[in-house]
């Protein structure tokens, strides 16, 4: 059992901390997706190194083909989760309430985001449209519900 300053009234509580993700006791949207960044860096470094040193080819230049190729990683994963964290959390604080639908919002801007390099409008919107299916999936397969968890004031 999590042990918690705020009563659950207060706050949702973190699957894994005691800190409140979602509330008025949450962070602000500033620093939740500070947070998305950071991750998203993480696993850039990560995927280069699980999956990226066979896209390097050959040994000379290979410390900048790797260095490249973590840069690349992780910009992609950063601003990917970092546009997930600030559309979810400013729509969480806007509609005042921890539903699908900010994750439904978070997901289809950082999914529109992801593929705003392709010259095709109607993939932008059907990645943008998928990525929010994904996203706000993820919500009803990963929190935890109790009663009455969705609404704060």
Do not use: H
Request: proline fraction near 6%; charged fraction near 20%; hydrophobic fraction near 40%.
């Amino acid at each position: 059992v999590l042990s918690s300053p705020f009563t659950d009234a207060d706050a949702t509580i973190a699957m894994f901390s005691d800190c409140p993700t979602t509330g008025p006791y949450a962070p602000p949207c500033g620093s939740r997706c500070f947070e998305g960044v950071a991750r998203g860096s993480m696993i850039g470094v990560a995927w280069t190194f699980a999956y990226g040193a066979e896209e390097i080819p050959g040994i000379p230049g290979k410390t900048r083909s790797l260095a490249m190729t973590m840069g690349r990683n992780c910009f992609g994963f950063a601003s990917f989760l970092g546009v997930y964290s600030a559309v979810t959390c400013t729509a969480e604080k806007a509609r005042r309430r921890d539903d699908a639908w900010n994750n439904f919002l978070g997901g289809a801007a950082a999914g529109a985001f992801a593929a705003v390099e392709n010259p095709s409008l109607r993939a932008v919107v059907q990645t943008s449209l998928a990525t929010g299916c994904v996203c706000a999936s993820f919500f009803f397969l990963l929190k935890p519900r109790r009663k009455d968890d969705d609404v704060y004031t």
